[in-house]
């Protein structure tokens, strides 16, 4: 079989499999898209079944948002501008971005980066400036921002 080949089901029977799929895990509305065009399903068919997967509440885009944003934030150790970069090539909208990283404690996030600041510095070796600098890069590549880092490093 051909890499190209789509599944080919009725509307109906790509509604229970798309309700199985956003049970196993939230999804984002732009994922949920993507799986029902493989159905072979045509746009209208999949607007209706976007619609009613939103009001049977088995999508929720603010949820989505939130979720990512905490999972993200505790697990990987992202900064705020990644997970923002993230969530918009989700194409997720501003207002569902901006709650997602409001539920982020700040607390808890300024000792994440001073935790992983101080964990990348003392791994490196060289002059303190050097040090500093990578520290930096690593850290924005992770979307923390930049002032904050800066903040840390005056501290070493």
Known sequence: MSAD???HLSPQEALQKLKHYCAYQE???NEVKSKAFDYGLNVVDVNNLIATLIQE???NEERFAM????GKFRIKQWGK???TYEL????????NI???LSQINEESYLKTLEKLYEAYY?????????????TLKHLQTRGFEIELINNFSKNY
């Open 88 to 95: 918009k090539a989700k194409q997720i909208s501003p207002i």
């Open 5 to 7: 080949f789509k599944k």
């Open 57 to 59: 509440n088995y999508l």
């Open 27 to 29: 999804r984002c509305h």
């Open 122 to 134: 003392k791994k490196l070796t060289g002059t303190t400036q050097l040090k500093k600098i990578k």
């Open 81 to 83: 501008i990644k997970i």
């Open 98 to 100: 901006k709650k997602a």
């Open 67 to 70: 979720l990512f944003a905490g």
